[in-house]
Nanobody, 125 residues
Framework: QVQLVESGGGLVQTGGSLRLSCAGSGGRTLSNYGMAWFRQAPGKEREFVAS????????QFAGSVKGRFTISRDNAKNTVTLDMNSLKAEDTAVYFC?????????????????WGQGTQVTVSS
């Protein structure tokens, strides 16, 4: 099973930007599978944020982040990136990287088999 490690979280002011990265190591390569970012805010269930298919040619976004977040991947480097712009206080959460069991840009948690430990993003107003 692949190990996923997220980085890039931190504290940012409302309206600011952050870039999250997810690196895969060990186990199977990231390149043959869909990847996604989920997040979990305090007291809330984990929710889908964005996903990308194996080639990077298709992406999906939650309505709350569409137009503000971008997901991309570099299969040669075994990494996935989430660029977050125009951040809002409600974007505050722990962000998780996940590898799907399928090749497409999946949205449901049950389609994902490997998860990172998460990285904290805090947006202050």
């Amino acid at each position: 099973q692949v190990q996923l490690v997220e980085s890039g979280g931190g504290l940012v002011q409302t309206g600011g930007s952050l870039r999250l990265s997810c690196a895969g190591s060990g186990g199977r390569t990231l390149s043959n599978y869909g990847m996604a970012w989920f997040r979990q805010a305090p007291g809330k269930e984990r929710e889908f944020v964005a996903s990308i298919n194996w080639s990077g040619g298709n992406t999906q976004f939650a309505g709350s982040v569409k137009g503000r977040f971008t997901i991309s991947r570099d299969n040669a480097k075994n990494t996935v990136t989430l660029d977050m712009n125009s951040l809002k206080a409600e974007d505050t959460a722990v962000y998780f990287c996940a590898q799907a069991r399928v090749t497409w840009a999946a949205l449901r948690e049950r389609d994902f088999g490997s998860w990172g430990q998460g990285t904290q993003v805090t947006v202050s107003s």
